[in-house]
């Protein structure tokens, strides 16, 4: 039998996707833990590289990373892992096991994107959902000390238990919250996990959201009501050219 992994690198990412998801819990196992732990760091290791990649072209195009708030302060675009994202990875799987290997892999090799800002030639480019993945949060001295806080609120929560109201990992702040607008929860990734990859919400997968970010040049959103404008014709897609599929 081919390895998941083998499929994966070899061009069948969505099929790879689905046969493991439809595993379940069973994809800790020791048949199958390896191989779908190597699909996570080669799925990390190419969302590290379209990361790269699409910060690299917007600064090329004049793109300022900006924080979500009145002053437009400017911060990183990417910040790499810092030494402490393996701790903090070893302390989530220990934590909320199972914890999505997916959802630990990004932490350990892509680090914490946020593409909020100024674009110049695109000012609407803040309503368009910029793609944010904050997990680590270094810049802010890690995330653990507020997950650990969070955790214990809910712990003490019985109302969101006795609901099947599962514990959200926060990673980004919603559409409307990007564009420094009152919005609703943050994103978030339900933990203990499902198996290989995390929810996001009740519906969709992380990978299949971050497929849908990279493939609109990581702006996959449009907040009409907003006042959102289309990008210059051909933006999106030179952004998006060549990025890898997960």
């Known amino acids: ?16 996707w689905r046969d493991l998801r439809d595993l379940g819990l069973r994809v800790f196992d020791t048949p199958y833990r390896e191989d779908a732990e190597a699909v996570a760091r080669e799925f990390a290791d190419r969302a590290r590289r379209n990361v790269e990649t699409l910060v690299e072209r917007l600064h090329a195009q ?10 437009g302060t400017p911060c990183p675009a990417h910040v790499p892992p810092s ?21 630990s892999a990004w932490i350990r090799q892509v680090g914490d994107v946020w593409l909020v800002g100024e674009l110049p030639g695109w000012p609407s480019s803040v309503l368009a959902d910029p793609l944010v993945v904050q997990l680590e949060c270094a810049e802010q001295g890690g995330s653990r000390s507020y997950y650990e806080a969070e955790h214990e609120a809910y712990l003490e929560d019985t109302v ?7 514990f959200q990992l926060d990673y980004a702040p919603d559409e409307l919250h990007k564009a420094n607008i009152s919005g609703d929860a943050p994103y978030g990734i339900d933990v203990p996990g499902l198996g290989i990859d995390g929810k996001v919400g009740p519906t969709i997968w992380f990978v299949d959201d971050l497929n849908t970010a990279f493939a609109a040049g990581g702006f996959p959103g449009a907040l009409w ?9 051909g933006l999106r897609e030179s952004l998006a050219a060549g990025l890898l599929r997960l």
């Open 1 to 16: 039998m081919v390895s998941f992994h083998s499929r994966y690198v070899s061009g069948e990412p969505d099929d790879v």
């Open 62 to 71: 004049g793109f300022r990373a900006e924080v979500n708030d009145d002053e």
């Open 83 to 103: 030494p402490g994202a393996p701790a903090l990875a070893d302390w989530l799987e220990e934590t909320f096991a199972p914890f999505p290997m997916t959802v």
């Open 160 to 166: 969101r238990q006795d609901a099947g109201i599962a």
């Open 225 to 233: 009501e907003e006042g959102y404008q289309d990008p210059p014709a």
